[in-house]
């Protein structure tokens, strides 16, 4: 909710996002100008998948590794220490309400755009069906990672540069910023294997190509759920090793 009172930075935000959908459009536009098909996708899938990887990109950034690494770093943590609240699930859902008003600012005007502006058509399949529930765990997902980041400052202080090295890592390999299938073949076999695609890859395919048969979007999903709960649990696992080594200055 943070993004309703800091507005200016919230607007440009908004004003970004656009003007990188234009530049994709145009750039995207450019490369398709003789081909029907590239790596299996048309230039309206492509269009759809770079569009929304953006928009969802905003979605999902919970910055809960940077509200934790503030919080042990200037002690604040000791209070939900000693409070009967799950430290994570507060997290989690602290995180939660910044999803929701990037949905509603965000996600939303985004396909308006796609649709009213650049005439954007989407397809017609089980995978709309889906991709609320993939979004969800996708959210869950990224929420993981950025909390075993910022409770990796229990042990440094500071997570700057793990959390830049992960966005750049996520970025690269998730796929947000170009579909998987444009990566050479033996890249993808190992892209694949990794949970980062679970991130964006899975519900960008999902609302992309959501005639996929349900097959094919019923084992993405199950792939996502199984990424989320191994990472749950080596969440659990890592915070409660880490707070063994809290220390707090102060008085």
């Known amino acids: 909710m943070a993004g309703l009172v800091y507005r200016t930075g919230f607007i440009f935000t908004i004003l970004g996002n656009m003007v990188y959908i234009v530049v994709s459009y145009f750039l995207w536009r450019s490369i398709y100008q003789n081909l029907t ?3 299996g996708l048309t230039f309206n899938d492509t269009f759809i998948y770079v569009a929304l990887g ?6 999902l950034k919970t910055y809960a590794d940077w509200g934790i690494g503030y919080e042990i770093r200037e002690g604040m943590i000791a209070v939900y220490l000693t409070k009967p609240v799950d430290y994570e699930f507060y997290s989690l859902f602290s995180s939660l309400g910044g999803m929701l008003t990037n949905l509603a600012a965000i996600s939303f005007p985004t396909i308006v755009l796609l649709i009213m502006v650049f005439r954007v058509s989407f397809s017609i399949g089980p995978g709309l069906f889906l991709f609320p529930f993939s979004l969800l765990i996708a959210f869950l997902i990224s929420f993981f990672f950025d909390y075993m980041i910022g409770i990796m400052a229990f042990y440094t202080e500071s997570i700057w540069g793990l959390s830049i ?22 890249i993808q076999k190992i892209l694949f294997v990794l949970p980062f695609q679970a991130i964006y890859y899975s519900p960008l395919m999902m609302i992309t190509r959501p005639n ?3 097959e094919t979007l019923l084992s993405m999903l199950f792939v996502q759920l199984l990424w989320a709960v191994i990472l749950f ?9 880490a707070v063994k080594v809290l220390r707090i200055s102060g008085g």
Request: charged letters at 5%; proline letters at 5%.
């Open 37 to 39: 098909t590239i790596h």
């Open 165 to 186: 090295t992960k966005e750049i890592i996520i970025s690269v390999l998730s796929g947000v910023l170009i579909p998987l299938q444009y990566y050479p073949l033996a």
């Open 233 to 241: 649990t080596l969440s659990r696992v890592l915070y409660h090793q």
């Open 54 to 59: 953006s928009a969802i990109f905003i979605l």
């Open 212 to 214: 996929q048969g349900w």
